[in-house]
Each structure stands twice: as structure tokens, then as C-alpha cells.
């Protein structure tokens, strides 16, 4: 039986960011992170668009706020201590016509409350950032926003935390727990505090544990074209305005860490929570579940679930992916696309009782475990903070009982 002060389930960027955090405030403590897969960050934090967000769409009060803005700094801070990759080439937001206009002011009152830099741009402000943007009147630029290599940020973490003295376990699946005592499918642990970190899988963990039972994960699936005609067609990232009503940020461009051009993601509702492509990990219970709560959704058309499918689904098709992404650049190639990159999987969660989706984090737990859920972007930007935050709770619930 192996014994930790601390046991991380799940080897993506909040587990090995709060693996950081404790060892920098406890070097003698024991912790280790136990994770399903061959190598870290297999998931949705090796598969995101590696864009760090600068933090204005989200309201004041949330904790998406709260981190976006500083994660966003430490994330840059951490590449270039690191030589990490880096493309500091900001973001414009554009509009496409009078009502949308509203939107962006919107998210300039957002940026202003929480502090952080976004720049009114005309037209010929904004062609001086990239000549192939288009926009109705004006458009925001945010200087900070920036993109990174995902798995290369996450690897970077990994080997900091390794020479640090945290184990890390492939291969290893969370399957239950009694007490201390956690079985998994390469043996027994042991652990004083546990840490939820598991992504598409941390409600089921948590259920197990008497928390998140209000909540379940509906998964959506995020595919990206790649540009291969050039990298020179687009300068800088370019997004549309949002429905601020649901967590999806629409398909926009994204200028990758090395020059690459890309669009997406989708939000296409998945039937089990790593449905990546095909029947490729199905598993029929989850299917069920997951299919159920979806029909439902669809039925009463919860948060505009049906009109979001139906919108979703039709992005499948290529040229249709293509369409909506050409409104926002004044020409591109539309035989420059070539074929989906990998996917991904956003794990995002719904609350059972009023089935809407949840825009925020979520924590819960007591003095024995801690369970993250509804780790969703930007987590990735928010990555270094957020583990600040996260291990604040742990102490004040070994303090007094509860969070």
C-alpha cells in the first residue's frame, strides 16, 4: 500500500498545478498524482487551443474573473522563465452588425470591472492589427490575450513537479474508496486529503464521495480545421461576439503558438464522455445515461438545447464550419482548409435540479477530499491561481471541518 499526504486524481493542468502548489508551500509532504492514462494532459489539456484568455467575459463575481486576468500573466511568466513557446499576437472581437455592437460593449464594461486591458479599435486601427479582419464600425483589442503549446506547458509542469519530489502514476485509474484507502487498477493508496482533479470523470469521483450530487457532466465536442495554405492570411486571433448566455465562445480563429492558422472549436453534444471519433471508448452504460439527460434537454429545449444541437451538429460538414468562420475576415482560401485535427472534449457541467449549464467553477468537499468540477475554459489560463485558491480551501477545511 503506497501512503500520501496528498493524492491527486488525474494528470491534467489543475492537477499538476495544485501537485505545484503543495509542494511549494509543504516540501516534506508526500503527494502524488495517480492518472489513468500513459502520460499526462491526455485530454482536454492537451487538446485545448493553448490560447491564454485575458479574462473580460466573464461577470465580476466569478471565479472565472477572479483568475482569468492573473493566470493569464503567470502563464506568460512561467514560458518565458521556462523558454516555453509563446505567441503574444493578442485578439480582436468583432461585430457583424448594429445589435452586435451591444455585445462588445458589454464586454468592455466586463473588461473595466475586472481590471483588465481591452482597447477600442476603428477600422483602420484594426487593419493596422490584422488587414484581413472585418467588423461593423469597430471592434476590441485585447494586447494580452496570447496562444502557448499546450502539451508542452503541461509537460513543463510535470518535470518541475517530478524534480520536486511529487510522484506521478500512469496507468493508474481511480475505481473506488473506503475511508483512506482508494483502489485503483495499479493497487492500493493511501492518502490523508484527496484531490478531485479528474476532468470528464470528476462528478462520477465525486458522487462517490457524497459531493457535486446536484451536478452531472454533459460532454461537447471541440474539432478545429487547420489553415494549410499559409500561415500569413491571419495576423493575430479573431473571435466573434459571444451568446454571453451559455459558456461557448463561438468558431473564431485562433494564430497558434508556432504561426499555424485554425477555426473552431464546435460544441457538438457527445453520447459518452470520451467520444472522441467513431465508437472509439464506448461504453454503453454511459451512453445511456448521457443520451437520457440529452433527449431531455432536447425535449424542453433547456437553455436553447435543441436549436444549439441542431446548429452544432451541422458543423460536421466543413463547408458549413468554414461559412460561419469567413464572416469574420474580409477573404481566405476556402480550399486552404484542410482536414479536423484532433479533438476534443469539454467536460462541461449542468445542474440536475434547474438543467442549466454551469458557467462557473465549482468546488466542494471537507476535510478529507476536495473535488473539482466544472474545470472548463479558460481552467487552462486560470491554471496557477486557481491552484492557489484550491489549496487555501484545502487548509481552511482541514481547519475547521468544512469548506
Known amino acids: 500500500m503506497k501512503k500520501y499526504n496528498y493524492l491527486i486524481i488525474g494528470g491534467g493542468i489543475i492537477g499538476l498545478t ?60 512561467f514560458c518565458k522563465k521556462h523558454g516555453l513557446k509563446i505567441n503574444e499576437c493578442g485578439k480582436l472581437v468583432v461585430a457583424k452588425n448594429e445589435y452586435e455592437l451591444s455585445g462588445l460593449e458589454e464586454l468592455k464594461r466586463r473588461a473595466e470591472l475586472n481590471g483588465v486591458v ?30 502557448v503549446d499546450p502539451l508542452e506547458v503541461c509537460n513543463a509542469l510535470m518535470n518541475e513537479n517530478i524534480r520536486n519530489g511529487v510522484e506521478i502514476h500512469f496507468n493508474t485509474k481511480f475505481i473506488q474508496y473506503e475511508g483512506k484507502k482508494i483502489l485503483t487498477s495499479n493497487g492500493i493508496y493511501e ?17 462517490q464521495y457524497g459531493f457535486g450530487l446536484d451536478y452531472t457532466i454533459i460532454p461537447f465536442k471541440g474539432l478545429y480545421l487547420k489553415y494549410k495554405k499559409n500561415k500569413e492570411d491571419i495576423k493575430t486571433n479573431i473571435y466573434p461576439v459571444p451568446n454571453l448566455k451559455n459558456p461557448f465562445l463561438g468558431v473564431h480563429f485562433t494564430k497558434t503558438f508556432n504561426g499555424d492558422i485554425k477555426i473552431g472549436p464546435t460544441a457538438i453534444p ?67 482548409f484542410g482536414d479536423f485535427l484532433k479533438p476534443g472534449i469539454r467536460a462541461q457541467l449542468l445542474n440536475k435540479r434547474s438543467n442549466e449549464l454551469v458557467q462557473d467553477f465549482v468546488i466542494e468537499g471537507d476535510q478529507h477530499s476536495t473535488h473539482i ?31
Open 191 to 207: 492518502a490523508d486529503h484527496i484531490i478531485n482533479c479528474a476532468g470528464l470523470f470528476a462528478d462520477k469521483i465525486a458522487h
Open 18 to 77: 495544485v501537485a505545484r502548489e503543495l509542494k511549494e508551500r509543504f516540501h516534506d509532504k508526500a503527494i502524488a498524482i495517480i492518472e489513468k492514462e500513459p502520460k499526462i494532459a491526455c485530454h482536454a489539456s492537451g487538446r485545448n487551443s493553448g490560447v491564454l484568455h485575458a479574462g473580460f467575459y466573464y461577470t465580476k463575481d466569478s471565479l472565472k474573473a477572479k483568475f482569468t486576468r492573473d493566470g493569464n500573466r503567470a502563464l506568460r511568466d
Open 118 to 147: 481591452l482597447d477600442w479599435v476603428n477600422e483602420k486601427e484594426m487593419h493596422d492589427i490584422d488587414p484581413n479582419a472585418r467588423t461593423f464600425k469597430k471592434a476590441l483589442f485585447s494586447p494580452n490575450t496570447a496562444t
Open 373 to 403: 468540477l466544472n474545470a472548463v475554459s479558460p481552467a487552462f489560463t486560470c491554471s496557477i491561481p486557481f491552484a492557489k485558491y484550491v489549496v487555501d480551501l484545502i487548509l481552511k477545511k482541514c481547519s475547521i471541518g468544512v469548506i
Open 270 to 336: 457527445a453520447f459518452w464522455r470520451e467520444h472522441y471519433n467513431g465508437f472509439q471508448n464506448f461504453k454503453l452504460n454511459e451512453f445511456l445515461q448521457i443520451f437520457l439527460k440529452e433527449s431531455e434537454l432536447f425535449l424542453r429545449n433547456s437553455f436553447h438545447f435543441r436549436s444549439l444541437a441542431f446548429e452544432e451538429i451541422k458543423k460536421y460538414r466543413k463547408t458549413s464550419f468554414i461559412k460561419l468562420a469567413l464572416q469574420l475576415v474580409k477573404k481566405m482560401d476556402v480550399e486552404g
